[in-house]
């Protein structure tokens, strides 16, 4: 069987409800038949930003409208492609309701990999991109919930010290690896970053090597908490891996084990896809929801 398209909903707690785990099924679903549909007319960079829309639009994963807040209460979003040896990512942007198609616009018409902050948001009011609609109810009352504490004097873990076990009930960053009829391959993700992190902060999502890679041998994606992930440069490895023969479940296992020996568990997850369709998902924390779908369409989905 060879995979087409693999998307991922995050790493993080189980949830708590099995109402929440169908819907996270459906939402998987639905990305990977809209990446797929592009499938038999577009590229993987296609079909990677078609996928990541929906998981953007879903508002059940920290991504697009679902984004959680920074500590001044902030929807701050990164995001990140690769197609074809460019990249193409935005940081700390608040405007466009789907950053991945900021992203897109980097990686294709302009010259640069990164664009950030208060210009990012310029130039998705430029090129027409939605707007953001503001924080779902559910991030601002778990962030009144946190601000109530403080106030009353609780100590309040940050994510660093406690992991994604303690913000993270749904899963953290979104996304995507392909590969077309053409045998190229694409990677992207988009994140709200991690619950209460300094405004400013960029994490894994906007930096190629970290939170995306793709090249000619392989492609793959990162969810966790972004500060471990850049400091092991962990996709680029799971790519170089791929590239040295090893298969995606071996490289993602040897990655997320350096990871997890050095930062500890509950704190990232990988999907890792090889230019012969071969896929491999791997997570050290309670879960990872993740699927993919086949050259016959065939969907699988795994990690709830
Ligand atoms: N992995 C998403 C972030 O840390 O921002």
Same mark, same amino acid.
């Given at each position: ?27 998987? =679903? ?10 038999? %007319?577009? %590229? ?27 500590? %001044?209460?902030? /929807? ?11 990249? *193409? ?26 664009? @950030? ?6 130039? @998705?009011?430029?090129?027409?991109? =939605? ?21 009353? *004097? =609780? ?65 793959? /994606? ?42 500890? %568990? ?39």
């Amino acid at each position: 069987m060879k995979v087409v398209l693999a998307v991922h909903g995050g790493a993080g707690r189980r949830a708590v409800n099995q109402e929440t785990y169908v819907t996270i099924k459906n939402v998987l =679903e639905q990305a990977l038949l809209e990446g797929f549909r592009v499938y038999k %007319s577009g %590229s993987s960079l296609d079909m990677v930003v078609a996928a990541i829309e929906v998981l953007e639009n879903s508002g059940i994963f920290n991504a697009g409208i679902g984004s959680t807040v920074d500590a %001044s209460g902030s /929807i701050s979003m990164d995001a990140g492609l690769m197609f074809r040896g460019k990249a *193409g990512a935005v940081a700390c942007v608040r405007y466009p309701k789907n950053p991945i198609k900021l992203a897109r616009f980097v990686l294709e018409r302009t010259e640069h990999v990164i664009i @950030a902050g208060g210009a990012a948001d310029k130039l @998705a009011r430029k090129i027409g991109l =939605e707007p953001h609609p503001g924080p779902l109810q559910r991030v601002l009352e778990l962030y009144s919930n946190v601000i109530i504490r403080l106030r009353r *004097g =609780e100590r309040v873990e940050s994510p660093f010290q406690k992991s994604l076990e303690t913000w993270l009930s749904l899963g953290d960053t979104v996304g995507a690896v392909s590969i077309d009829r053409d045998g190229i391959l694409a990677a992207g993700v988009s994140t709200g970053g991690v619950f209460l992190k300094m405004p400013g902060r960029v994490g894994d999502s906007a930096i190629p090597g970290a939170g995306f890679y793709a090249n000619e041998c392989g492609a793959a /994606i990162a969810t966790g908490i972004g500060e471990y992930i850049l400091l092991t440069h962990a996709t680029l490895k799971i790519v170089e891996e791929m590239c040295n023969g090893a298969i995606p479940s071996d490289a993602v296992k040897k990655i997320l084990n350096i990871v997890t020996n050095r930062f500890g %568990s509950n704190t990232a997850g990988f999907i890792a896809l090889d230019n012969k369709g071969r896929v491999a998902g791997l997570y050290n924390t309670e879960m990872m929801p993740w699927g993919y779908i086949s050259e016959e369409g065939n969907v699988k989905i795994l990690g709830i």
